[in-house]
């Protein structure tokens, strides 16, 4: 994967600083990278469905973490796509001042229609009660200024306003990109951003994948559909700890684990095991 991302990721993994790291197109690669190594780690050598793993999702650009754990994507080929992800992303946010910020409590109808009065899109529905909302710099400004009622806004540290319209000349470059792209058919059961539906075809969770850039990412909808598909472990990869925050509000009564450290590795093997005998 650092050969194929083209960007120096063992570097960037431990030595450069927090402004470095906040390029996009140096952050996404980097994240997907750590996702992949630590369930590389966790498996030891077996597959996911040798180990006992029954699905997998990702939050954004977790997705492609996800992809190549299903084996849609080989490691090479995902790092590669993100990669291209990161750097057309960061072509389209430099076009225009942008960001994002997230939205704590509130009225969901009210906060929707707050966005849409300050010309906001909510980039984000990550249930729990937020969600992220993105669009022009000035129009954050405006939301930090006068909340919606009840909510605490909480800006965001990024490159631009992605899953949004700005994003859009990134679309039409991952399209053409993905166009030449080698890829499976998913060999765990695998759910998608776009309104959390489980995906059965590589073809169909690229084309997903290219969308997703410029389209809400619903982790709302993922968590209701595990829930429904009674999944009873959530075991999140590095970088970790937000997505196993958001489960413990929005999916009560399922054991979490979050793998921050190696000392979490024998806990995540441990975890798997526990619920496989399960069947």
């Not at 729990?128 to 806004?153: E, F, K, M, N, Y």
């Not at 997505?243 to 684990?257: F, M, Q, S, Y």
Request: net charge negative; charged share 20%.
């Amino acid at each position: 994967m650092q050969v194929a991302s083209g960007i120096d990721l063992r570097t960037f993994g431990t030595t450069s600083d927090a402004d470095e790291i906040r390029r996009t197109e140096i952050a996404q690669p980097l994240i997907v990278a750590a996702g992949v190594a630590t369930l590389d780690a966790i498996l030891e050598g077996k597959t996911p469905e040798q180990f006992g793993i029954d699905g997998i999702a990702g939050h954004s650009v977790g997705e492609i973490t996800a992809a190549i754990g299903a084996g849609v994507f080989t490691p090479d080929a995902g790092i590669r796509f993100v990669a291209k992800r990161g750097e057309s992303m960061g072509e389209a946010a430099s076009l225009e001042s942008s960001s994002m910020a997230a939205i704590l409590g509130g009225n969901l109808e009210e906060i929707e229609q707050k966005l849409v009065d300050l010309g906001l899109e909510p980039a984000n529905y990550n249930g729990g009660g937020q969600i992220v909302a993105a669009g022009s710099s000035d129009a954050i400004s405006r939301l930090q200024a006068q909340p919606p009622t009840g909510t605490r806004v909480v800006p965001l540290q990024v490159a631009g306003a992605f899953h949004t319209r700005f994003m859009q000349p990134a679309v039409e470059v991952m399209r053409n990109y993905a166009a030449n792209v080698s890829i499976a058919e998913p060999k765990l059961r695998l759910w998608s951003n776009a309104g959390g539906v489980e995906v059965f075809s590589g073809s169909e969770f690229l084309n997903l994948l290219v969308n997703q850039v410029a389209s809400p990412v619903r982790w709302d909808k993922c968590m209701e559909s595990l829930a429904a598909a009674g999944v009873n472990a959530i075991i999140e990869v590095a970088p970790a700890g937000t997505l196993v925050g958001l489960a413990k509000r929005g999916l009560p009564g399922i054991e979490t684990l979050a793998v921050k450290t190696p000392d979490n590795l024998e806990e995540a093997r441990t975890l798997i095991s526990n619920h496989a005998d399960r069947g």
